[in-house]
């Protein structure tokens, strides 16, 4: 089990995208989440899809890891849709069914807003898919360093974040062990009514609880012996440099929004 | 030579009014020498680790590292010359791949990153896990992972190394890695090793061996020395090795073992001369 776990849903690569600095990444992402939301006509989602379209491209990861990314959202997606279909009154009527009125104005209005869904989760999930969760950490705690001066723990933060992460495969192995452990003794995790199975829960839950702790504990005192003393001094063996791709995505990105705000209406 | 780890009257109990874990401990290690602390649960043995680098302070008497007095100030100077590796292989892997790891004592420590990038190359190579650098800790072994343990700890050159129980929770396989990573070490570097451990197998290849009991030192000496008394070293709950226990049989049955046999091959010798005398 525990070999073929992957933390998140990195995808391993060696593309243009998957090589940028993380930092990079995150705040093209944090400007394109703003930027989606200024397309208003035919012409500037057109463009924001074949940007999207393109990127997704260039990453060379495959087409099923993307598809995956939009799933857990479907739902969302397809109901705001019908919102939008039953609920926008706008426009000349198309049909009619039941004597329920369909407006042309809603139809455009839920394609509109299910593609401006697909195009956010699209590119977000892309992050993700390309960066490592580790990575990730490193390019937050860069990106709040200013955030030091008003005393906002940085250094902690990150610190905690990929601790976290490292502690998911051992507690989820954890998990499984004491999950046999208690099977064994004949708790049942898979039938009975859904009350049922919460209740089975809970003497999974409370032994891992215990160990986390008592691991929290120790792993606190291993750090310290090895010299830790907070974020001050600290050198760290991962950096990050920006690199000439680096400035070269970010000049693009820039000159798509430019045409974004030229093409909008 | 000056004792690189120094006790002077050393008592210490937990909370206000705990009952006294060490009781007046006094010894000292020499730089380079290999110690082995033995000793049943609750004898005092890991404090005793926790105190030779600054995880506990003593209520009375004194601890010198490398001539230092420990306090509450030289502590940070007193960790830099003493490196631990502990029980539970998981539970002091703190990076998210190997070679994170490794540097995270040297992170600590403000080392640069181009010294950083030839000591993790030195120390993976020093317990030979060399090309498991980027590897992530789930995919390791508890041996593996013990024995990159030790090259985060001599990844910052320390003077003193200290395993506490370090091979306790390991398979056999894992601990004779790291038995034989220890032994490998010991050659190359220029530290002193205390091992920490209630199991006698482990005492064989040290050079001097301390008995702790209910936080008195029982007794101090060569291996050769203390095995000698077996008896009275089950008395106080200890383990007996194979050997040791089967000169002792020997020795009840009147067949007699002249010098302590501590390896199959010294027991072979023993028994073989005692044939020929007959």
Same mark, same amino acid.
């Given at each position: ?23 990079? =990444? ?10 989606v ?5 035919? /012409? ?7 940007f ?30 019908? /919102? ?8 000349p ?47 937050i ?6 955030? =030091? ?55 999974? /839950? ?33 950096e990050?440099?920006?690199r000439? =791709? ?14 974004l ?5 | ?11 210490? @109990? ?13 010894f ?83 080392i640069?990153? +181009? ?14 896990m ?7 800790? @789930? ?7 013990q ?50 451990? @209630?199991?006698? @197998? ?25 095995? +000698? ?50």
């Open positions: 089990m525990s070999n073929s776990m992957i933390i998140g849903q990195y995808v391993p690569g060696t593309s243009l995208i998957h090589k940028l600095d993380p930092r990079t =990444k995150i705040v093209i992402i944090f400007f394109y989440v703003i930027v939301f200024f397309a208003n006509n035919v /012409l500037s989602y057109g463009l924001l899809t074949t999207v379209i393109i990127t997704i491209i260039s990453t060379f990861i495959p087409l099923r890891f993307i598809i995956k990314g939009l799933t857990p959202v479907w739902f969302l997606i397809i109901f705001t849709f019908l /919102l939008h279909l039953f609920l926008t009154k706008e426009g009527v198309l049909f009619e069914i039941l004597s329920i009125k369909f407006h042309l104005g809603g139809v455009i209005q839920g394609l509109v807003i299910s593609l401006r869904f697909c195009l956010l989760i699209l590119m977000t999930s892309l992050l993700t898919l390309t960066t490592t969760p580790i990575e990730i950490t490193d390019a705690e860069s990106l709040l360093h200013p955030l =030091k001066k008003v005393k906002f723990p940085v250094h902690e933060l990150a610190l905690m974040m990929s601790i976290s992460l490292r502690f998911i495969p051992t507690l989820m192995q954890e998990t499984d062990k004491i999950s046999k452990a208690q099977a064994s003794r004949g708790v049942d995790f898979r039938t009975g009514p859904l009350k049922e199975r919460m209740k089975a829960i809970i003497p999974l /839950l409370v032994p891992l609880f215990v160990s986390a702790f008592k691991r929290a504990e120790e792993l606190a005192m291993a750090m310290e012996a090895r010299g830790y003393q907070g974020g001050e001094g600290r050198t760290k063996l991962r990050l440099t920006y000439k =791709k680096d400035l070269f995505i970010f000049i693009l990105f820039i000159c798509v929004v430019a045409l705000i030229y093409v909008r209406s | 030579m000056n004792p690189i780890v120094e006790f002077n009257n050393v008592s210490f @109990h937990y909370g206000e009014d705990g009952p006294w874990i060490l009781k007046n401990c006094t000292s290690i020499k730089g380079n020498e290999s110690v082995a602390i033995i000793g049943h649960n609750g004898s005092g043995k890991s404090t005793i680790a926790k105190l030779m680098n600054g995880l506990l302070f003593p209520q009375e008497g004194e601890v010198y590292i490398n001539g230092k007095l420990l306090t509450e100030e030289s502590v940070w100077e007193i960790r830099k010359d003493v490196g631990m590796v502990f029980q539970n292989p998981d539970n002091q892997f703190v990076g998210a791949t190997v070679q994170d790891d490794v540097a995270f004592g040297m992170e600590n420590r403000g640069e990153r +181009k010294e950083m990038e030839i000591r993790i190359e030195d120390a993976l190579e020093a317990v030979k060399k090309e498991y650098r980027l590897t992530e800790p @789930h995919r390791l072994s508890g041996g593996q992972k024995r990159v343990a030790i090259a985060g700890v001599i990844a910052i050159s320390p003077k003193v190394l200290i395993l506490d129980e370090a091979t306790v929770m390991l398979d056999p396989k894992g601990r004779t890695e790291i038995m034989e990573t220890i032994g490998h070490l010991q050659k190359e570097k220029d530290l002193s090793l205390i091992t920490i451990t @209630h199991d006698l @197998h482990e005492v064989m290849k040290v050079e001097r061996v301390i008995v702790l009991n209910k936080g008195e030192i029982w007794a101090t000496g060569t291996p050769r020395e203390i095995l +000698k008394n077996g008896s009275e070293l089950q008395k106080i709950g200890l383990d007996m090795p194979f050997l040791i226990e089967l000169s002792q049989e020997l020795k009840d049955l009147g067949v007699n073992v002249l010098n302590e046999p501590l390896t199959t091959e010294e027991m072979l010798e023993e028994l073989w001369i005692l044939h020929s005398k007959m």
